[in-house]
């Protein structure tokens, strides 16, 4: 079984060598204890969010602080081609469930997008609140997978500033239930027809529970976006994103082989 992940401050890990003591503080310290009841002996990890991990084994236990001997610090480089989910705001909780479970999955970068018939609205204090709550969602998600790296969750966009998005991103793929093209042929065929080994990024956007307007996806397609099938079945906003980030990933081999 892998070791159980706690994350520290970014750049705490910086300068630690093996046999070098870490004492992990907080938060993170108070749940290695009183719920995970670690104890001396164990092993863990330790990650600072950033792609650096310390495997090492605990030394003493408090709910004030975890003290831990170092036995390997590796650093984790983030994959070439990056996934985002572009996630529209829905009722319910649904779009932090699709979040969360993207996040075990592998997705590297979350956008949540206020799309025309999103019908939760992200405004002025109650979007903020909103935004640190995926965040916590996310990064949660990351040590229950024992991810090195927390997925950053970008700034909620509107249909205009998700078109720029668009229009950056190396692949922008709109699943949608009236596409022609099946996904895994859009992400074979963008695949084979890429040079640049990276860093590479591609958008899987996904809508509401009322869908995508007809408008929307005029928009996003004139700004680079192509459509695509997910399957026979037309998913809920909850699992779309998820059930897309399987297939790229497996497409991409980031299943079947070590990240690089």
């Known amino acids: 079984m892998s070791n159980p992940v706690f994350f520290s401050s970014a750049g705490a890990l910086d300068e630690l060598v093996p046999g070098a003591r870490f004492i992990l503080q907080g938060p993170e310290a108070r749940h290695a204890v009183t719920v995970k009841r670690l104890s001396p002996g164990e092993a863990v990890d330790i ?3 950033a792609g650096k991990r310390l495997t090492g084994t605990v030394v003493s236990a408090s709910p004030a602080e ?12 983030r994959p070439d081609i990056r996934l985002v989910l572009v996630q529209a705001l829905a009722k319910g909780d649904r779009d932090e469930l699709a979040v969360e479970t993207a996040t075990e999955l592998g997705i590297d970068a979350v956008i949540p997008w206020q799309a025309e018939r999103s019908i ?19 990064t949660a998600a990351a040590k229950q997978a024992r991810r090195a790296w927390i997925p950053e969750v970008r700034a909620a966009v509107e249909t205009p500033g998700l078109a720029a998005a668009v229009a950056a991103a190396d692949l922008a793929v709109i699943l949608h239930e009236d ?7 859009v992400l074979e065929l963008w695949q084979g027809a890429q040079a640049d080994t990276g860093p590479l990024e591609i958008l899987l956007i996904v809508g509401p529970e009322g869908g995508i307007s007809p408008r929307e996806v005029t928009r996003l397609c004139d700004a680079g976006a192509v459509t ?11 699992t779309a994103g998820p059930a897309a980030v399987v297939l790229a990933s497996d497409v991409l081999g980031r299943w079947t082989a070590p990240v690089s």
Do not use: F, I, N, Y
């Open 47 to 49: 990650a600072d969010g």
């Open 179 to 185: 596409a022609v093209r099946p996904l895994r042929s």
């Open 66 to 77: 975890l003290t831990v001997e170092c036995s390997a610090v590796a650093v984790e480089d």
């Open 120 to 138: 939760v609205r992200w405004k002025g204090e109650r979007a903020a609140k909103a935004h640190a709550k995926w965040q916590s969602v996310v």
């Open 228 to 238: 695509a099938l997910l399957g026979q079945h037309v998913l809920r906003s909850s």
